[in-house]
């Protein structure tokens, strides 16, 4: 059983190609599938049609280095966006 289960998504794998509606698993807050999975159990599904799932960002570029010192977790950098 899957934790969340977002449906009918238009997936940006990041590869560069074009985007893919597809759905995606997550368990343990990691994606473990990504295809036709809507028939799955989850605790929680989300129906997304006709929005964008994206993996996630890397910021390239930023000058936040001093809160490493603060929040060694880097919460204001990996949950923007």
Same mark, same amino acid.
């Given at each position: ?5 977002? $449906?009918?998504? %238009? $997936?940006? @794998?990041? !590869? ?6 597809? @759905?995606?698993?997550? $368990?343990? *807050? ?14 929680? !599904?989300? @129906?997304? !049609?006709? %929005?964008? $799932?994206? +993996? ?8 936040? *280095?001093? !809160?490493?010192?603060? @929040? +060694? ?5 990996? %949950?923007?966006?």
């Amino acid at each position: 059983m899957y934790d969340l289960l977002i $449906v009918n998504g %238009r $997936v940006l @794998d990041g !590869t560069g190609g074009p985007w893919y509606v597809a @759905d995606v698993a997550v $368990v343990d *807050d990691k994606i473990v599938a990504i295809g036709k999975l809507s028939e799955r159990d989850a605790v929680q !599904t989300l @129906d997304v !049609t006709g %929005r964008f $799932v994206c +993996p996630g960002f890397i910021e390239e570029h930023c000058h936040s *280095d001093g !809160t490493f010192l603060v @929040d +060694p977790l880097a919460q204001s950098a990996v %949950r923007q966006g």
